[in-house]
């Protein structure tokens, strides 16, 4: 596995978690999410999940995509542990 990515309190970025992974992320908060998948995969691959990942007092969290998902929630335990594999 690669290093982990370290994130400051505060820092948001744009992710994709497939297969227990972060496939995909960027710090560009500019773009929609639909802009994001658009530019890394085309379109949300079969079982992927997007959303955006950020550390808030000191812990790494994601949240889901409401345009891909409708809601604005905290990502399924799945997502959480590939976040914490890869963002710290």
């Known amino acids: 596995m ?7 309190d505060g820092d948001t ?7 227990g992974a972060v496939i995909h992320f960027t710090p560009n908060m500019g ?3 639909v802009e994001f998948v658009r530019r890394a ?3 949300l691959p ?23 998902f409708g ?3 905290p990502g ?3 997502v959480q542990a590939a976040v914490r594999e890869r963002f710290e």
């Open 2 to 8: 690669s290093e982990k990515i370290k994130m400051r």
């Open 13 to 19: 970025m744009l992710i994709m978690v497939k297969d």
């Open 31 to 33: 773009l929609p999410h």
């Open 41 to 43: 995969t085309g379109e």
């Open 46 to 68: 079969e079982g992927a999940w997007v959303g955006t990942v950020s550390r808030l007092n000191g812990k790494v969290a994601a949240i889901s995509s409401k345009h891909f």
């Open 71 to 73: 809601y604005q929630l």
């Open 76 to 78: 399924p335990d799945w």
